[in-house]
């Protein structure tokens, strides 16, 4: 199994269930004090997060004054708290979209060495290499801890003309109002995975007066505070369906990058979420997990077909992605993979040298708007197999597929060995430049950012799925590393 996030593996110990998804639209969570503070010169801030969307400025959380913490445009971290002084660029980028990563500021204006005013802790280390460093000064108060006053997750400050939502997922977003705590406070190395930083139960800690802890575990209340004191946010713009089981001890897949040639395309709602305006190719072909061995199922919700079979969902051997620098126009002509047609029912197989190497199968009955299109790879034996609404199809015929038929490989769209050599496998959307309007879908790797009718786990109790994985079946994530395909 190749894996491509860092510091998100995690078996044993403390475990994290949900996270909260915020669009980078219009979705936030405020709250209004009404405390006093326990200190205005001490807090603790931690939370994990895993990014979505790159090169932009998002902002993360903030005061209505002049406290904020957000990513820049380059995707260097900043923070900053005018009232105290402090004004901090990292060197560092945050760039990787599939990993979770722990960040912990950490302030107490009243220490006496100007460095260790405001500190920067990144998945247990602290940071240390700063483009800007402006020390607090001492004893000054701090702006985002002010009581009576306003915060909010996830945008900059509602009174200002800018927004600057967040893209991408937040777990255990915790405030501790009155001390500077070290992340060994919310986290730990341990010996199962010395070099990977764990979630640790934070419940037991003093949160202080305007303290919080926000775990979403409840989706009809995500703004719930669980430290007991009642400091509740309020949301916007966020749905019961914005609560998700990606977290930092269960990673799973999202699309991470697309093929330089691609345009005219946006991924949304966690990564999952891939929408085509217009004409112009798109091949978005990176899976943060990209299986080698194992049995692997995901689904993919047809929100908008687009015309003609040109629209395509499917999964592609990455290591041709790699070594092809063309523009891609039909993807099953350069890349070595199986993909279908979200608008006709056609089956492709390309085996990655040229246009005269696609084979093309017609199965009955055609795709259409809201149909679930199911996805079995089964890399043990050699053979993918394509369904719809869990039905599965064969190369001709629209029923009469098997995922569990093993070695026998009862109705697989395809048994290729060259797409399925044993280099990594990729998810992969694809639209062609042939087709003018537009095409939307939405990617279940096991944590849909849209409503089920049914939910249905793999074996292992992971995932959750409009359609109960095939026996043997596993979902995309990283507590499934090791069950299957390893």
């Known amino acids: 199994m190749i894996i491509i996030p860092a510091n998100t593996l995690s078996s044993g110990g403390y475990d994290v269930a949900n996270s909260l998804m915020f669009d980078g639209v219009d979705s936030y969570l405020n709250i209004t004090s009404g405390s006093s503070p326990t200190s205005t010169q001490k807090f603790t801030v931690s939370f994990w997060l895993k990014r979505s969307e790159l090169g932009r400025e998002q902002h993360i959380f903030g005061g209505v004054s002049a406290a904020q913490c957000y990513f820049i445009s380059d995707d260097r971290l900043r923070f900053a708290d005018t009232t105290s002084?402090?004004?901090?660029?990292?060197?560092?980028?945050?760039?990787?979209?599939?990993?979770?990563?722990?960040?912990?500021?950490?302030?107490?204006?009243?220490?006496?060495?100007?460095?260790?005013?405001?500190?920067?802790?990144?998945?247990?280390?602290?940071?240390?290499?700063?483009?800007?460093?402006?020390?607090?000064?001492?004893?000054?108060?701090t702006d985002y801890n002010i009581g009576s006053t306003a915060y909010v997750i996830g945008r900059y400050n509602p009174s200002q003309s800018q927004n600057y939502y967040y893209?991408?997922?937040?777990?255990?977003y915790v405030f501790i109002d009155g001390q500077q705590l070290a992340p060994t406070s919310f986290g730990e190395f341990d010996d199962d995975s010395p070099t990977i930083w764990k979630p640790i139960d934070v419940s037991g800690l003093t949160f202080g007066a305007n303290g919080y802890y926000l775990d979403f575990a409840d989706s009809g209340d995500l703004g719930d505070d669980?430290?007991?004191?009642?400091?509740?946010?309020?949301?916007?713009?966020?749905?019961?369906?914005?609560?998700?089981?990606?977290s930092p001890t269960n990673n799973f897949c999202t699309f991470t990058t697309t093929h330089p040639s691609a345009t005219s395309f946006t991924i949304t709602e966690g990564g999952t979420r891939v929408s085509k305006?217009?004409?112009?190719?798109?091949?978005?072909?990176?899976?943060?997990?990209?299986?080698?061995?194992?049995?692997?199922?995901f689904e993919a919700l047809i929100n908008e077909a687009g015309n003609g079979d040109r629209t395509r969902v499917g999964v592609v051997n990455y290591q041709t992605v790699k070594d092809y620098t063309g523009v891609i126009n039909t993807p099953s002509q350069v890349l070595a993979g199986c993909t279908t047609s979200c608008k006709?029912?056609?089956?492709?197989?390309?085996?990655?040298?040229?246009?005269?190497?696609?084979?093309?199968?017609?199965?009955?009955?055609?795709?259409a708007d809201d149909d679930v299109v199911n996805f079995a790879m089964d890399l043990d034996n050699k053979a993918i197999y394509i369904g719809r609404n869990n039905t599965w199809h064969t190369q001709t015929a629209s029923?009469?597929?098997?995922?569990?038929?093993?070695?026998?490989?009862?109705?697989?769209?395809t048994t290729d060995t060259t797409i399925m050599n044993g280099e990594p496998m990729s998810i992969m959307f694809g639209h062609s430049a042939g087709v003018s309007d537009g095409s939307d879908i939405s990617f279940n790797f096991g944590n849909p950012a849209y409503a089920l009718t049914s939910a249905a786990n793999d074996e292992n109790g992971y995932g959750n799925f409009e359609y109960a994985p095939p026996s043997g079946f596993l979902a995309l994530c990283t507590k499934n590393l090791g069950s299957d395909g390893g």
């Open 85 to 141: 002084g402090t004004n901090y660029y990292t060197t560092q980028v945050f760039r990787d979209v599939s990993a979770w990563y722990n960040i912990v500021i950490a302030v107490d204006t009243t220490l006496g060495a100007a460095g260790d005013r405001a500190r920067i802790y990144v998945n247990g280390s602290e940071v240390t290499a700063f483009d800007t460093e402006t020390n607090a000064t001492q004893n000054n108060n």
């Open 226 to 246: 669980e430290s007991g004191n009642g400091n509740d946010f309020s949301e916007n713009s966020i749905a019961a369906t914005d609560q998700c089981v990606d």
């Open 167 to 172: 893209s991408g997922y937040m777990a255990e």
């Open 277 to 297: 305006s217009g004409s112009g190719n798109v091949a978005l072909t990176g899976s943060s997990l990209m299986p080698t061995a194992g049995k692997w199922y």
């Open 344 to 367: 006709a029912a056609k089956h492709f197989e390309g085996d990655g040298s040229g246009s005269g190497s696609v084979t093309e199968y017609t199965a009955s009955g055609d795709f």
């Open 399 to 413: 029923s009469g597929g098997d995922p569990t038929s093993g070695a026998s490989k009862t109705g697989a769209i």
